[in-house]
């Protein structure tokens, strides 16, 4: 008869290898599992690692930008302010230097987009808020919009709208929208006739209507 001390050690060390059997079986079948294409076509994969047919996701290079890295409208290096149409783009110049002298800077929110980040948030408004038509209020198409085109600008704080609002017209920067005060486009006859009236918002205007 074997020693009850040296029996208790021997049912130790099988639990211990039958666990450790169970531990690789599981992190095998975890990895198969993770190769398994979902029905949308993506692979599960860790965390961290590249999903192949994510969602697409906008970067720099498409106009994105960070909620804590809004640039200056003289930020070259930001594809969102240089891709803006030229004259645009001097017109934004002339105000905010013009603006800091009253202590207002203007910080670009949106400007420039690519056809698919426009798509993109035209997609996440249409989901925010339940129809194709509320959407439509606020976010044009990719072949409508003049973010695409870069002849639009969403501008902030506060501080520098109110001061578009009231000196704007004398470089030729209006607010198209009455539902978007942030939003700026280039309207020249404005320096010398004011700005033209805004539309109520983008479905409004006839040109989202092509």
Known sequence: MKHPTASRRARHRRALALVGTLAVAAAATVAVLQAIPAANGTVTVPSGAPVVGAAYQPTAADGFIPENERPTVFDDSSPAVANLNPDLLDALRAAAERAERDGVEFRVNSGWRAPAYQQRLLDDAT???????????????????????????????????????????????????????????????????????????PTDDPRMQS
């Open 127 to 201: 989901a925010e808020y339940g129809s194709e038509e509320e959407a439509a209020r606020w976010v044009a198409t990719p072949t409508t919009s003049a973010h695409v085109t870069g002849d639009a600008v969403d501008l902030g704080p506060d501080t520098a709208l109110d001061w578009l609002a009231q000196h704007g017209d004398r470089f030729g920067l209006c607010q198209i929208y009455a539902n978007e005060r942030w939003h700026y486009e280039l309207r020249p006859d404005a320096e010398v006739h004011g700005c033209p009236q805004m539309y109520a918002d």
